[in-house]
């Protein structure tokens, strides 16, 4: 990108020569289509930057998976797409993750982990919650394996007979456990101590 730009900035030069021999109309309409130009590159790199899976941006991430544009997947033998990669996101990242959390935008993809054969969400519900799948990562941050549970999502166990799964409200409840949770231990031992400890929620 940054040769493509070099190239623009010397046509510039190139054309303000040319221009000192044109009329005054003629420069004002080319420095309009310069403008249009430069403006066009700009806007190309913005749309083809990639997301860089071992130095993640959570802002990015999230941007990337609430428009649908999250396409970094795992590859089979034959180039076929496989599963979505989780990035590796770490301790750094958890306050990010937090702060996100408070999203509970329905979503369609997010990574899941590849050793489970469930389905992504509960029966209840074709879709996922954001601010749950944040979580969800988080907790697989503290458990060290990259990935919360089976599957990214939680359900209420305090009817042992039917857990539920919950709703973007309880959602949020949960996410006031993980806030205290990160304020208490996080310069302590946060990976010893789980968020949910002593309460009716837990990863499916």
Known sequence: MDKILLRWAQALCN????????????????????????????????????????????????????????????????????????????????????????????????????????????????????GECLLWTIEGIRNGSGYGSLVPYLIDTSKKEYPKSLNGEKILVVRDLYLSWWSNFKDKNWKDIGALDGSNYKWR
């Open 15 to 130: 054309v303000t020569t040319m221009l000192d021999y044109s009329s005054k109309r003629k420069r004002t309409t080319m420095r309009k289509l310069i403008l249009l130009g430069i403006y066009t590159v700009f806007a190309i790199s913005c749309e083809t930057g990639e997301f860089n899976l071992d130095n993640p941006d959570v802002e990015d991430f999230v941007n990337l998976i609430k428009s649908g544009k999250y396409d970094y997947y795992e590859k089979g033998e034959d180039g076929e797409d496989l599963w979505l990669l989780m990035p590796n996101f770490n301790e750094h990242h958890i306050s990010s993750l937090l702060e996100f959390s408070k999203d509970t935008t329905h979503i369609d993809l997010f990574p899941v982990n590849p050793i489970s054969s469930l389905p992504p969400y509960p029966n209840d519900r074709q879709y996922q919650i954001l």
